[in-house]
């Protein structure tokens, strides 16, 4: 079977250092996914308002090769497990799946320079790169989809993993710049912008088998870089530059 | 995007009446995922035993043409909805997505006629035919994948939705030929097609805008052809034959 490309992901992620591993519920991080001029078809959402709660099938960048076994990084990167083990990308058919809650349908509007005038869901939790390829839409099913009592093999015991994310030693002085800062993908305002890339800290994007309090790590993140540290369970802000 | 298929799926469902129409937990219908020689390789699955559910991808036979509009059988065939907000298999992309319980994991190993010598998953609750092609297998994560307050859309009304099953009609001339019958698929007992044939009958698989209570149907399950007929909310058995 040969794939077709949907629609793409547009989000603050224009750089891959800092995506969330997988999709997550709390996650505040906000992605369009504005569909393709084919697929840009008002009537093929008919009724997709009533579900809170979608699925993605997406493209894995760059991903060519797949791998019997790969190295899960919340394992510390050294333990190898069966790659249908895994969500890893180095898989033989590069999908993604990702649920994710749908804000709204966003109809096709004039926007500066003739940016966004196609159909597009908006949607938070994804765990997408910008610019990721979709291939499909599906609505969450509970009663199919979810089972709250399942096991989830060696990711339960790094599931709640979480890194606290400290801002004081950049306060205030390069926060107002960013207010109603309008980036490539749209309009965003100092406070979303905090919670997402809080949110983006928590998670730890550190490669796993780093622990070094010295080494500066760079986010790119919605037209900004982001300097931080991470000492003792804690994330450092140390500057925000404009990109 | 080009997919390459890892496995088939295995089961009783040689024909599409009676398929489920999604996966569910509480569905005891057994399906096994036979590797393709390329993907056969043990150590890919290193760790899958620790999950007890998967997500499976797999491709809808024979749909070659997307409509942005599709009729969702439990609406009653007649109401019309956007493909992105169902589950229809008239997508652009016709790949189908179900969460199924893992049994277990099938070692390579001799069976009659040389069958079965590949590596396997033995799974239940999927809604998948017989030589279903499988394009890839996850692990199911309930912190990222399991949302028990989502909302259903015009799903919800339906969910519940089944027929009460009789089979006083058939009992029990017809059962004592079932036992430790050897199909296609492996060995089956009566107990266990009586379970799976009744969870078959209770999902309603007739064509949604009909409700004629002498109109027989026949599905075929696991070697065997069973004739039903529908009436005020009951399945009755009518006869059970050997295919």
Redesign the interface.
């Known amino acids: ?4 490309v ?1 629609a793409y992901a547009r989000n603050g992620h224009t750089d891959k250092f800092g995506v969330p591993r ?4 709390e996650s505040p991080i906000e992605t369009r996914i504005v569909f393709e001029p084919e ?1 840009s ?1 008002l ?11 979608l ?1 993605l ?1 997406w ?1 894995f960048d760059k991903v060519d090769s797949w791998s ?2 790969v190295r899960p990084p919340r394992l510390g990167g050294n333990t ?8 890893s990308p180095f ?5 993604g ?3 994710v809650k749908l804000v709204k349908v966003a109809y096709p509007r004039p926007l500066p320079e003739g940016k966004g005038d196609k159909l597009e869901l908006v949607v938070t939790g994804a765990d997408l790169m910008d610019g990721t390829p979709i ?22 015991e790094t ?1 709640d993993y979480r890194l606290k994310v400290d801002w004081d030693m950049c306060e205030p002085d390069y926060l107002p710049m960013l207010d109603r800062h309008w980036t490539d993908i749209g309009p965003i305002t100092t406070r979303k912008w905090l919670d997402e890339v809080t949110y983006i800290l928590s998670q730890d994007p550190r490669p796993a088998y780093q622990d070094d309090p010295t080494r500066e790590y760079k986010l790119d993140y919605a037209g900004f870089t982001v300097t931080f540290t991470v000492k003792e369970g804690t994330a450092f802000v140390q500057k925000i530059e404009k990109m």
């Open positions: 079977m040969e794939l077709k949907i997988q999709s997550r519920e697929y078809v009537e093929a959402l008919r009724g997709i308002e009533g579900f809170s709660h699925w099938l493209g019997p076994t190898r497990m069966g790659v249908f083990a895994t969500r898989r033989p058919n590069p999908i799946l990702s649920s291939y499909d839409i599906k609505p969450y099913l509970s009663f199919s989809d979810c089972h709250p009592e399942a096991q989830n093999g060696f990711a339960e599931k």
